[in-house]
Protein backbone atom coordinates (compact mmCIF):
# COMPACT_ATOMS: atom_id res chain seq x y z
CA UNK A 1 0.00 0.00 0.00
CA UNK A 2 2.87 2.11 0.80
CA UNK A 3 4.52 1.68 -2.99
CA UNK A 4 7.53 0.29 -1.85
CA UNK A 5 8.56 -2.47 -3.58
CA UNK A 6 8.60 -5.54 -2.08
CA UNK A 7 9.56 -9.32 -2.44
CA UNK A 8 6.64 -11.42 -0.59
CA UNK A 9 7.26 -15.15 0.57
CA UNK A 10 4.71 -17.39 1.70
CA UNK A 11 3.88 -21.33 1.28
CA UNK A 12 2.00 -22.07 -1.53
CA UNK A 13 -1.91 -21.34 -1.60
CA UNK A 14 -1.25 -18.67 1.11
CA UNK A 15 -2.83 -15.62 -0.94
CA UNK A 16 0.52 -13.80 -1.97
CA UNK A 17 -1.18 -13.41 -5.16
CA UNK A 18 -3.77 -11.59 -4.22
CA UNK A 19 -1.50 -9.90 -1.48
CA UNK A 20 0.16 -8.48 -4.71
CA UNK A 21 -2.90 -7.36 -6.15
CA UNK A 22 -4.31 -5.44 -3.07
CA UNK A 23 -2.05 -2.48 -3.47
CA UNK A 24 -2.67 -1.94 -7.28
CA UNK A 25 -6.02 -1.94 -6.34
CA UNK A 26 -6.00 0.18 -3.86
CA UNK A 27 -4.32 2.73 -5.87
CA UNK A 28 -6.83 2.24 -8.83
CA UNK A 29 -9.86 2.73 -6.86
CA UNK A 30 -8.30 5.94 -4.96
CA UNK A 31 -7.79 6.94 -8.54
CA UNK A 32 -11.27 6.23 -9.49
CA UNK A 33 -12.86 7.55 -6.48
CA UNK A 34 -10.71 10.98 -7.18
CA UNK A 35 -11.64 11.39 -10.51
CA UNK A 36 -7.94 10.71 -11.30
CA UNK A 37 -7.16 10.02 -15.36
CA UNK A 38 -5.14 7.08 -15.48
CA UNK A 39 -4.18 6.08 -18.70
CA UNK A 40 -2.25 2.93 -20.62
CA UNK A 41 -1.02 -0.24 -18.65
CA UNK A 42 -1.37 0.66 -14.85
CA UNK A 43 0.01 -3.17 -13.81
CA UNK A 44 1.93 -5.62 -15.59
CA UNK A 45 1.74 -9.37 -13.96
CA UNK A 46 4.49 -11.09 -14.97
CA UNK A 47 3.96 -14.95 -15.13
CA UNK A 48 6.28 -17.80 -15.42
CA UNK A 49 3.97 -20.07 -17.30
CA UNK A 50 1.10 -19.41 -19.61
CA UNK A 51 -1.01 -21.55 -17.98
CA UNK A 52 -0.85 -19.42 -15.04
CA UNK A 53 -1.41 -16.39 -16.98
CA UNK A 54 -4.61 -17.60 -17.88
CA UNK A 55 -5.41 -18.38 -14.72
CA UNK A 56 -4.50 -14.77 -13.02
CA UNK A 57 -6.55 -13.02 -15.74
CA UNK A 58 -9.56 -15.03 -15.53
CA UNK A 59 -8.96 -14.61 -11.83
CA UNK A 60 -8.49 -10.76 -12.08
CA UNK A 61 -12.12 -10.81 -13.66
CA UNK A 62 -13.89 -11.80 -10.63
CA UNK A 63 -12.54 -8.92 -8.22
CA UNK A 64 -12.88 -6.51 -10.70
CA UNK A 65 -17.08 -7.14 -11.38
CA UNK A 66 -17.46 -7.96 -7.86
CA UNK A 67 -16.72 -4.26 -7.47
CA UNK A 68 -18.74 -3.78 -9.95
CA UNK A 69 -15.78 -2.02 -12.74
CA UNK A 70 -15.97 -3.83 -15.40
CA UNK A 71 -16.70 -0.61 -17.44
CA UNK A 72 -13.84 0.96 -15.70
CA UNK A 73 -10.70 -1.67 -15.65
CA UNK A 74 -9.94 -3.53 -18.66
CA UNK A 75 -7.73 -6.48 -18.83
CA UNK A 76 -5.46 -7.29 -21.49
CA UNK A 77 -3.87 -11.47 -22.05
CA UNK A 78 -0.60 -11.73 -23.95
CA UNK A 79 1.39 -14.73 -24.46
CA UNK A 80 3.03 -16.67 -27.47
CA UNK A 81 -0.87 -17.87 -28.28
CA UNK A 82 -2.09 -14.91 -28.11
CA UNK A 83 -4.19 -13.80 -31.68
CA UNK A 84 -3.64 -10.89 -33.99
CA UNK A 85 -6.62 -9.52 -33.56
CA UNK A 86 -6.59 -8.90 -29.98
CA UNK A 87 -2.66 -7.78 -30.33
CA UNK A 88 -3.98 -5.38 -33.15
CA UNK A 89 -6.77 -4.51 -30.31
CA UNK A 90 -4.03 -3.78 -27.53
CA UNK A 91 -2.28 -1.89 -30.20
CA UNK A 92 -5.24 0.58 -30.87
CA UNK A 93 -6.57 1.09 -27.02
CA UNK A 94 -4.21 -0.53 -24.33
CA UNK A 95 -5.97 -1.83 -20.79
CA UNK A 96 -5.18 -0.95 -17.17
CA UNK A 97 -3.79 -4.91 -16.40
CA UNK A 98 -1.41 -6.19 -18.45
CA UNK A 99 -0.96 -10.42 -17.77
CA UNK A 100 1.95 -11.30 -19.75
CA UNK A 101 5.20 -13.47 -20.28
CA UNK A 102 8.99 -12.66 -19.99
CA UNK A 103 9.37 -13.12 -23.47
CA UNK A 104 5.63 -11.11 -24.48
CA UNK A 105 7.21 -8.72 -22.37
CA UNK A 106 10.09 -8.33 -24.18
CA UNK A 107 8.58 -8.08 -27.73
CA UNK A 108 6.37 -5.42 -26.82
CA UNK A 109 8.87 -3.23 -24.92
CA UNK A 110 10.80 -3.32 -28.14
CA UNK A 111 8.27 -1.47 -30.12
CA UNK A 112 7.10 1.89 -30.05
CA UNK A 113 3.47 1.39 -30.73
CA UNK A 114 3.26 -1.39 -27.57
CA UNK A 115 5.91 0.54 -25.40
CA UNK A 116 3.81 3.79 -25.59
CA UNK A 117 1.38 2.07 -23.40
CA UNK A 118 3.40 1.42 -20.61
CA UNK A 119 4.51 4.83 -19.80
CA UNK A 120 2.52 5.38 -16.89
CA UNK A 121 2.70 1.86 -15.66
CA UNK A 122 2.84 2.30 -11.64
CA UNK A 123 3.51 -1.76 -10.34
CA UNK A 124 4.71 -5.09 -12.03
CA UNK A 125 4.05 -8.00 -10.15
CA UNK A 126 6.94 -11.15 -10.64
CA UNK A 127 4.91 -14.51 -9.92
CA UNK A 128 7.00 -17.67 -9.01
CA UNK A 129 10.27 -14.89 -8.83
CA UNK A 130 12.66 -17.60 -7.75
CA UNK A 131 12.06 -19.59 -11.62
CA UNK A 132 13.86 -16.61 -12.84
CA UNK A 133 17.22 -16.24 -10.86
CA UNK A 134 20.05 -17.34 -12.36
CA UNK A 135 18.87 -18.19 -15.91
CA UNK A 136 18.44 -16.54 -19.16
CA UNK A 137 14.84 -15.73 -18.69
CA UNK A 138 15.99 -14.21 -15.82
CA UNK A 139 18.36 -12.22 -17.48
CA UNK A 140 16.26 -11.01 -20.12
CA UNK A 141 13.30 -10.15 -17.48
CA UNK A 142 15.62 -7.80 -15.57
CA UNK A 143 16.47 -6.07 -19.16
CA UNK A 144 12.72 -5.46 -19.66
CA UNK A 145 12.29 -4.36 -16.34
CA UNK A 146 14.93 -1.86 -16.68
CA UNK A 147 13.78 -0.90 -20.45
CA UNK A 148 10.07 -0.37 -18.13
CA UNK A 149 12.03 2.27 -15.79
CA UNK A 150 13.64 4.03 -18.64
CA UNK A 151 9.44 4.58 -19.72
CA UNK A 152 9.09 5.89 -16.47
CA UNK A 153 11.43 8.62 -16.04
CA UNK A 154 8.67 11.60 -16.77
CA UNK A 155 6.83 9.72 -13.68
CA UNK A 156 7.05 11.26 -10.68
CA UNK A 157 6.62 8.10 -8.61
CA UNK A 158 8.76 5.16 -9.35
CA UNK A 159 7.60 1.87 -10.45
CA UNK A 160 6.21 -0.57 -7.82
CA UNK A 161 7.98 -4.25 -8.35
CA UNK A 162 6.47 -6.60 -6.41
CA UNK A 163 8.03 -10.08 -6.24
CA UNK A 164 6.00 -13.28 -5.59
CA UNK A 165 7.59 -16.59 -4.46
CA UNK A 166 7.08 -19.74 -1.84
CA UNK A 167 10.29 -21.09 -2.39
CA UNK A 168 12.74 -17.80 -1.75
CA UNK A 169 16.12 -18.28 -1.04
CA UNK A 170 18.34 -16.19 0.15
CA UNK A 171 15.55 -13.32 0.71
CA UNK A 172 18.12 -10.87 0.50
CA UNK A 173 19.63 -11.76 -3.03
CA UNK A 174 16.40 -12.40 -4.99
CA UNK A 175 15.07 -9.01 -3.54
CA UNK A 176 18.08 -7.25 -5.07
CA UNK A 177 17.53 -9.66 -8.44
CA UNK A 178 14.20 -8.21 -7.92
CA UNK A 179 14.85 -4.49 -8.15
CA UNK A 180 18.71 -3.91 -8.68
CA UNK A 181 21.58 -3.18 -6.84
CA UNK A 182 20.45 0.54 -5.46
CA UNK A 183 17.21 0.23 -5.29
CA UNK A 184 15.11 -0.54 -2.31
CA UNK A 185 13.46 -3.55 -1.27
CA UNK A 186 11.07 -5.01 1.65
CA UNK A 187 10.79 -8.33 2.40
CA UNK A 188 7.86 -9.79 3.92
CA UNK A 189 8.04 -14.10 5.13
CA UNK A 190 5.42 -15.70 6.61
CA UNK A 191 5.94 -19.21 7.37
Known amino acids: LDRQSILLTSPTGSGKTLAGFVGVFDFLL ?11 VQ ?17 LRAPIAG ?3 DKKLSIHLRTGDTTQA ?17 ESLAV ?3 QENYAAHFRNCQ ?10 AGNKRGSDLTISLERLEQLQKENTSPLCR ?3 SATAAP ?5 RFLVGRDRPCLVAEAL
Open 162 to 164: IGL
Open 67 to 69: MAL
Open 123 to 132: FVIVDELHSF
Open 30 to 40: RKIDNHDSFDG
Open 86 to 102: SRAKFRKESAHFLVTTP
Open 171 to 175: LNLLA
Open 108 to 110: MLA
Open 43 to 59: CIYVSPLRALAYDIEKN
